[in-house]
């Protein structure tokens, strides 16, 4: 089992900035993927971006330039820098772990984006 918990959603203004984190915990794989999808209000789950262990990111078109993926190895850490927010990208944002045909889900942060 693996267990995933997430921390750094808030509330920010247009324009702001947060930083997501998930940290990993269990019986972990050398290799897996980790990332983030997100729930926006009345929708369904959207990828967001995801960093594998070897290879580069990969991000969705509408958070590409403002979105940061990073990943910390040693502890098993995944990060999403979120710049110049803005409303639509208000949603409970999810972090997922996936390694050897399986897939982990965090419990999920709430993010709002509003003045």
């Known amino acids: 089992q693996v267990q995933l918990v997430e921390s750094g959603g808030g509330l920010v203004q247009p324009g702001g900035s947060l930083r997501l984190s998930c940290a990993a915990s269990?019986?972990?794989?050398?290799?897996?993927?980790m990332g983030w999808y997100r729930r926006a209000p009345g929708k369904q789950r959207d990828f967001i971006a995801a960093?594998?262990?070897?290879?580069?990111?990969s991000y969705a078109d509408s958070v590409k330039g403002r979105f940061t993926i990073s990943r910390d190895n040693a502890n098993n850490t995944v990060y999403l820098q979120m710049n110049s927010l803005k409303p639509e990208d208000t949603a409970v944002y999810y972090c997922?772990?996936?390694?050897?045909?399986?897939?982990?889900w965090g419990q999920g942060t709430q993010v709002t984006v509003s003045s």
């Open positions: 269990g019986s972990l794989s050398s290799f897996y993927t």
């Open positions: 960093t594998p262990r070897a290879g580069s990111p």
């Open positions: 997922y772990y996936y390694a050897a045909l399986r897939n982990y």
